[in-house]
């Protein structure tokens, strides 16, 4: 049975840090193509971050050079490192698989999905 798992959300302040945590079973997620995506009230899903295999990386403008994406094979897991969060960042975070080795941007790309985890940005 697949399955995603997030977790690592809560209240952080301007400027503060959070660490997003996504494990995976049923699968291994160094054979797919792992995504955060997030969706705030009213709006539609949006790419944040994709990983293929360990190195290759892209990430949406709105978080380029604040956050992070990575995998530890080993623990199947795939994590977001966010750093100088802003109030705009609130959303619910997800975290999904795609079989493609291109990372893809588009929601309705990605097979496997996490149930979310909600990130409230605010002082």
């Known amino acids: 049975q697949v399955q995603l798992v997030e977790s690592g959300g809560g209240l952080v302040q301007p400027g503060g840090s959070l660490k997003l945590s996504c494990a995976a079973s049923?699968?291994?997620?160094?054979?797919?193509?792992m995504g955060w995506f997030r969706q705030a009230p009213g709006k539609e899903r949006e790419f944040v971050a994709g990983?293929?295999?360990?190195?290759?990386?892209t990430y949406a403008d709105s978080v380029k050079g604040r956050f992070t994406i990575s995998r530890d094979n080993a623990k199947n897991t795939v994590y977001l490192q966010m750093n100088g969060v802003k109030p705009e960042d609130t959303a619910v975070y997800y975290c999904?698989?795609?079989?493609?080795?291109?990372?893809?941007?588009?929601?309705?790309?990605?097979?496997?999905w996490g149930q979310g985890t909600q990130v409230t940005v605010s002082s």
């Open positions: 999904a698989a795609d079989r493609s080795i291109v990372i893809r941007t588009v929601a309705n790309n990605y097979e496997y």
């Open positions: 049923g699968f291994t997620v160094s054979s797919y193509t």
């Open positions: 990983i293929w295999k360990s190195s290759v990386s």
